[in-house]
């Protein structure tokens, strides 16, 4: 009962740590190839301040890949988090309709005996 | 006949239609590219996940004053939905800053008002998954929710004083298409929300009624 | 019978926490055990040129406070619930509100000796000479140690009803203080020098809003929290 929990409990956990792992393996990756093109530093102006510079093919790239880890996440985590959600309210409904039925067999049992 | 079963349908077509507004209505943005396409799945989850804390703020307000199971369930539901949104907007956020600002975070209001609300609900969640269900850690959760909203207002001014305005008024300055694909995939991924906030408050149901079921067994069986 | 005054019960709760802390040294020897501790772990950790050790030292003194913060907040209501006085105590007709305010005064004065002896100890080791701004940094330290207390408190009584109450408070109370940390941080910097700023007061007027928030809002709601 109690590990099943937990285990439940730490599902999404793993998911999450997954889920925030992949923005550092692309990171891992640009550090590897030479001069990724980053536009500028770190305190680059804002995106508006941008529109003259120049589009290089690895930022573009970048683009694409960024984009798409961006989507598979938000999949990731939605039908992740939904189909857990369908599979926890069957088991959570069955168990229900049983312990119903049992304390109903059990209370229908006793009345019985009462009466006869 | 049901109503959950055909919105559920209603909202899973509409999740198509939203990724067809992101990917092909909209026109490629001029300086950001095809990463700015981003943009039309991570504001919408930013304001649901702001909207999931509000909530679980009205839900902890509403158990602490009537001491109904509902309200309480309502808060736990919403926080839970609005955490699955706030990762969704962390883990986006920086894949779209990092091709547009050159770096993946920036100290920034709204950036870090975000992650502290995403640290706030893993803390609620954490309380709520290995606290224990009894009433007191109900209340707990309750304080948390109550004390969570002031705090993130506290948050966002702090590093507003910090670090000064970042002026990215990213709705006002796109185009109406732009505008039109955001409100509608905020309009559907709000349906897929309350959905979710409905789904979690029945298994959180069930699981309560299951509780209360076993322990009526158990009396029985002792009888 | 009447119920007492608020203030004199916020008085009484005080002075009867104080006097059996002063009694047993429980709560205050392990508090500033963690403190020098957390002092050597932080200069061995940090000690580098003086220009870095006086940037490093906001964080240090700040992230000192909320650790062994924690340990007393923690420890707010352990006696009450270990001699089972705990029901009493809501059950008395005093007001509930005072008797927390009275605990989180308690908890204030725990977090005050201890920095008295962390924060000379710090700098010392660190070699930062910070006599000449002291009283605005024990003025800030101060409003933080309330701003701690007043969120922590609360939230102590209730995770007395909790599994695992020692490590949930923590993981629930570092985010809710987040404010007061960036302030104080911030602020000492700027008192120091080593944090550009406009001024080290605005950041003192910060923490005192979220203390006068926080603080009343606790105390608000504290009589919904524990009845029954």
Known sequence: MRSSSMRRGLAPLMLAGAALMAPLAVGAQEAEAPAAAAPATADAPPPAAQSAFQVSEGLEAMRYRHLWIAYGVIWLFVFGFVWRNWKLERATSRELDALEARIGDLEGGAGVKVDG | ?223 | MNAPGFFSVVGVVLAKDLRTELRSKQTLMTMAMFGLVLTFVFAFGFVADPATNKKVLPGALWASLLFTGTLGVGRTFAREAELGAFAALVLSPADRAAVLLGKMLGNLAMSIVVMVLVVPLLALMLRVDITATAAIIALQLLLGALGFAVVGTPLAVMAVNARFAEVLLPIVVFPLVTPVLIAGVKGTGIALGTTIGEDAWGWVQFIAAFDVAFGVGGLFLFERMVTE
């Not at chain 2, 679980?56 to 004053?65: D, H, P, Q, R, T």
């Not at chain 2, 959760?141 to 590093?159: K, S």
């Open chain 2, 1 to 223: 006949m049901k109503p959950f079963p055909i919105a559920t349908a209603l909202s899973a077509i509409g999740l198509f239609a939203a990724h067809w507004l992101a990917f092909d209505f909209v026109p490629m943005e001029r300086t950001m590219g095809a990463v700015q396409r981003i943009f039309y799945f991570h504001v919408p989850s930013a304001w649901l996940c702001y909207l999931g804390f509000l909530m679980c703020f009205v839900g902890s307000v509403g158990y602490l004053w009537t001491r109904r199971s509902r309200w309480d369930l309502f808060a736990l539901a919403s926080a839970e939905v609005g955490l699955i949104f706030g990762f969704i907007v962390l883990i986006t956020g920086p894949l779209w800053a990092r091709p547009a600002w050159g770096a993946w975070w920036r100290w920034e209001p709204r950036l870090v008002s975000m992650a502290l609300m995403v640290l706030i609900f893993c803390a609620y969640w954490v309380l709520r998954s290995y606290g224990g269900s009894g009433e007191g850690v109900k209340r707990f959760a309750a304080i948390l929710g109550v004390f969570g909203a002031p705090n993130i207002v506290f948050v966002h001014l702090a590093v507003r004083k910090w670090r000064g305005t970042h002026p990215d008024q990213v709705v006002s300055r796109s185009n109406s298409d732009m505008r039109i694909a955001l409100y509608s995939v905020l309009a559907i991924l709000l349906v897929v929300f309350v959905l979710l906030v409905v789904q979690r408050y029945r298994i959180h149901k069930n699981a309560f009624r299951v509780r209360a079921l076993r322990r009526r067994l158990s009396r029985m069986g002792a009888m």
